[in-house]
């Protein structure tokens, strides 16, 4: 009901606003701008969805292979002390819970390929045992709060990102390393950043259903991820250069993604699976799990294109500037206020934005490395949501969107004050 209200206001405020500045401001361009945007916003919802097809397609593939198997199963076993106790409601050694693991395995090393059908995968798995098939379960959401808080250990896009927009304002990589520019500069504000969305994540979800998270297992968890954590940052802090980061992380992406299939071919193999077989059987239910991502996909972007070219986006920027000043506050953070307020909306328009601001303000300025780690603070919980539920046919969401974007305002509100800690 939440992401109802939310697509409503999106639409009404954007036609409204745009209909005042005709009728009030004269402004003749904005109400046709909008309608552009509709047919416009359409259409990359539909090649979005479309450019999906075939990552979910080979994934989906590779997924049944293991479910096939038994890999997910054993994942599921090794896991099950940890992910039982966080998803009471599943079965132990269910599969879900293996294609849980690798979906959040996935967005934590910024794969972002893998993690979405991954993450699709899951959503079927405990559809299957929900009871409620119109309502989100608690797993489900649990299961999605994590995914739009969007706990990354290796930012790899935003790197590269702020690498070649780098390169572009500094004219040679010689230039900028005079000028002491560093794409890899965001990398622990990032991660800072990210675990604080994560938990208070976490934690609004485990009170509403009323998780201990006080228990052994988590704790083991949390010192695992803690130790993971302190020995990447080991490793990449004894580096000389920023381009030797980059290449690390690329070959660390590499050699988990191949890996990964590796070690589900072999599964197959041991299984005396048909593996070819398995394969394009888990490919087609990929396919067809595209195709039912367009009209929600088509619904969201739609809503947020009228939104943002009404002026309305603009108009709050504007408003939240004067509120700020009034109250005595250093206002240096609005300037990047319109990719926290897009993030949760649409990832590309958030990126948009992003480099739009490293392009009037700098890369390396204040504003430049806090659109920085804004736009790695979180996911894009609304597109999240609308994708992963309406791929099962969930329609009624409880309170995954409260909790989805209290742990968005946690991240956008820990980017803010990490980077005046580091850059203020």
Same mark, same amino acid.
């Given at each position: ?179 002491g520019a560093t794409p890899t500069d965001v990398f622990i504000p990032l991660l800072l950043t990210t675990m604080c969305s994560t938990l208070i994540g976490l934690i609004a979800v485990s009170l509403y259903q009323r998780i201990n998270l006080?228990? %052994?297992?988590? $704790?083991?968890? +949390? #010192? ?8 990447? &940052?080991? !490793? ?33 193999? %041991?299984?005396? $699976?048909?593996? +070819? #077989? ?8 990929? &396919?067809? !799990? ?72 700098g890369t390396c300025s204040f504003v430049g490395h806090l659109s920085s780690v804004i736009q790695g603070s979180t996911d894009t919980t609304f597109y999240i949501l609308a994708i992963y539920f309406g791929s099962v046919g969930i329609t009624k969401f409880r309170y995954s969107v409260v909790c989805g974007l209290l742990a968005d305002f946690a991240g ?13």
């Amino acid at each position: 009901m939440a992401l109802n209200y939310v697509w409503l206001g999106l639409f009404l405020v954007g036609i409204a606003v745009g209909v005042v500045r005709f009728v009030f401001m004269g402004d003749a361009d904005t109400l046709p701008q909008m309608m552009n945007s509709t047919f416009e916003m359409s259409k990359y919802a539909f090649d979005l969805t479309l450019g999906l097809t075939g990552t979910l397609t080979l994934w989906m593939g590779i997924l049944k292979i293991g479910e096939d198997s038994g890999l997910v199963g054993k994942l599921a076993k090794v896991l099950s002390p940890v992910l039982t106790k966080l998803f009471p409601d599943i079965p132990k050694n269910h599969p879900a819970l293996g294609a849980i693991f690798m979906n959040i395995s996935a967005n934590m090393l910024g794969l972002d390929n893998a993690a979405t059908p991954c993450g699709l995968k899951a959503m079927q798995e405990l559809q299957g045992i929900n009871p409620k098939k119109d309502t989100a379960s608690n797993a489900m959401i649990m299961f999605l709060v994590l995914n739009t808080s969007g706990l990354t250990i290796i930012p790899v896009s935003i790197m590269a990102y702020r690498s070649q927009a780098m390169l572009t304002e500094f004219g040679s990589a010689s230039a900028m390393a005079a000028a002491g520019a560093t794409p890899t500069d965001v990398f622990i504000p990032l991660l800072l950043t990210t675990m604080c969305s994560t938990l208070i994540g976490l934690i609004a979800v485990s009170l509403y259903q009323r998780i201990n998270l006080f228990r %052994r297992a988590f $704790l083991v968890m +949390f #010192a695992v991820i803690a130790a993971l954590v302190a020995a990447l &940052f080991w !490793t990449v802090y004894g580096m000389d250069t920023s381009k030797e980061i980059q290449d690390f992380c690329n070959l660390l992406t590499s050699m988990i993604i191949l890996g990964t299939i590796a070690m589900f071919l072999i599964s197959g193999i %041991r299984g005396r $699976l048909n593996v +070819f #077989a398995s394969f394009i059987e888990g490919a087609k239910g990929g &396919f067809h !799990t595209a195709v039912n991502l367009i009209p929600y996909c088509v619904a969201m972007l739609a809503a947020v294109g009228v939104f943002r070219a009404s002026g309305s986006l603009e108009l709050l920027q504007t408003g939240m500037r004067n509120a700020v000043d009034f109250c005595g506050m250093n206002s240096d953070w609005v300037d990047a206020l319109p990719v926290a307020l897009l993030k949760p909306l649409n990832g590309a328009g958030a990126r948009g934005m992003m480099i739009e601001t490293w392009t009037s303000h700098g890369t390396c300025s204040f504003v430049g490395h806090l659109s920085s780690v804004i736009q790695g603070s979180t996911d894009t919980t609304f597109y999240i949501l609308a994708i992963y539920f309406g791929s099962v046919g969930i329609t009624k969401f409880r309170y995954s969107v409260v909790c989805g974007l209290l742990a968005d305002f946690a991240g956008i509100c820990a980017a803010v004050a990490i980077s005046y800690f580091f850059w203020g």
